[in-house]
């Protein structure tokens, strides 16, 4: 998205689609795979229209009416130290991202972050097995000469 706050938002509310379509998952592909078609559908459609309208989940779940506000998660016992900390290796990570090529972005969350195995991340990319490797190991060289950079090392 290359907009922190739009990627968010992506996340958000695919999660909040996910969780409240898990009665529709029928176990065809993993789990990691049916999520991440959400996050990428999800993000295609942000870019093609940036300005279509999102449901206002926060508008859902203040709602005594709506009864989707009874399907939402609530949090608990948010930490606030744990956020700060949670920020700022994510802002360090994100720069160091964000100098990626989008295909080895793309490859590198899927493994590092989602925990997508390599058959996994080749079919949600239409891509081979082997493919995925050399972008793998590409991205993981390139990652970490940019957290070197944004380290200070």
Same mark, same amino acid.
């Given at each position: 998205m290359r907009n922190e706050h739009d990627a968010q938002e992506i996340a958000q509310e695919a999660f909040l689609r996910a969780y409240l379509g898990l009665g529709n998952f029928r176990g065809a592909s993993s789990f990691y795979t049916w999520l991440h078609r959400i996050v990428f559908n999800l993000a295609i459609d942000a870019k093609r229209n940036p300005y279509r309208q999102r449901i206002d989940w926060e508008s859902i779940a203040e709602s005594t009416d709506d009864v989707r506000a009874l399907a939402l998660?609530?949090?608990?016992?948010s930490d606030p130290q744990e956020a700060l900390l949670q920020l700022e290796l994510r802002c360090r990570l994100n720069s #160091? $991202? #964000?100098?990626?090529n989008s295909f080895h972005r793309a490859v590198i969350v899927m493994r590092e972050v989602e925990g997508m195995s390599y058959r996994e991340i080749a079919a949600s990319l239409r891509i081979s097995k082997g493919t995925v490797m050399s972008r793998l190991f590409h991205a993981r060289r390139r990652l970490q000469q940019g957290l070197a950079? #944004? $380290?200070?090392?």
């Open positions: 998660p609530r949090i608990r016992n #160091a $991202l #964000a100098k990626l950079v #944004a $380290l200070g090392e």
